[in-house]
């Protein structure tokens, strides 16, 4: 498999800007999930999507964050007015359909976008 | 509600030395996997293992082994004859096995340091 990409690698920003990052998950996974990692901490979940849908979003996700996946393919993490607060490691991760294999939990993970907020 | 604890902050050893990296979970679920992720500084999520709650099988892997007892909610992680190589942080995850099932839930990490 060709590996979940993230574009960019790194973002440097000043406060109050917006930010855009892009995944593109394994060709034939449906499922595509949205994390955040601050310094010292392990990853949390920030949202899902199977397919275009987006199926649910974790209260970490502000109304400041939105994420979409329009064709079902690759998916956007818009931050907008962004804050120092917001300043941490997203990481993208896809995994396949329910049911298809055994390892249909398995999410495969992307090097991930290291936003920085001045 | 799920919960990992890795407690485990930080642990330095010398080349050569085994360790364990201790996970200790918590979960109504009765079906659900545990996994183990390593990341390097690079920062990308390399997965190691992946371990079905009905399999208490432990597991051996080269120089990695990992020890799935669910009497006591852990799945700990040995590394021997350590290398620098290892050098990393690595996290425990859990997630329900079942059809509406998407969000992992990670601890909070472990870094290992070898020391040459």
């Known amino acids: 498999d060709t590996g979940v990409s993230q574009d960019p690698r790194h973002k440097i920003t000043k406060r109050g800007q917006n930010v855009t990052f892009r995944c593109d998950p394994i060709?034939?996974?449906?499922?595509l999930y949205w994390y955040r990692q601050t310094l010292g901490q392990g990853p949390e979940f920030l949202t899902y999507f199977q397919n275009e849908a987006q199926l649910e979003k974790s209260r970490l996700l502000s109304d400041r964050f939105s994420a979409e996946r329009p064709k079902g393919s690759f998916s956007t993490l818009e931050i907008q007015r962004t804050e120092q607060g917001d300043s941490a490691m997203y990481l993208c991760a896809s995994s396949r359909p329910f049911g298809e294999r055994e390892n249909h939990n398995e999410q495969f993970f992307g090097p991930g976008t290291r936003l920085t907020v001045l | 509600a799920q919960k990992v604890t890795q407690a485990q902050t930080e642990i330095s050893v010398v080349e050569k030395e085994d360790v364990t990296l201790d996970c200790v979970y918590e979960?109504?679920?009765?079906?659900?996997?545990l996994f183990w992720y390593k990341q390097p500084p690079s920062g990308e999520l390399v997965f190691l293992i992946r371990r079905n709650s009905f399999d208490e099988q432990n597991e051996i892997s080269g120089r990695y082994s990992w020890n799935f007892q669910k009497s006591t909610s852990s799945f700990n992680f040995t590394i021997t004859a350590s290398q620098v190589v290892d050098s990393a942080v690595y996290f425990c995850?859990?997630?329900?096995?079942?059809?509406?099932?998407?969000?992992?839930?990670f601890g909070k990490g472990t870094k290992l340091s070898v020391i040459p």
């Open positions: 979960t109504r679920d009765t079906t659900y996997y």
């Open positions: 995850a859990l997630i329900y096995s079942g059809a509406g099932s998407y969000q992992l839930t």
């Open positions: 060709s034939e996974h449906n499922r």
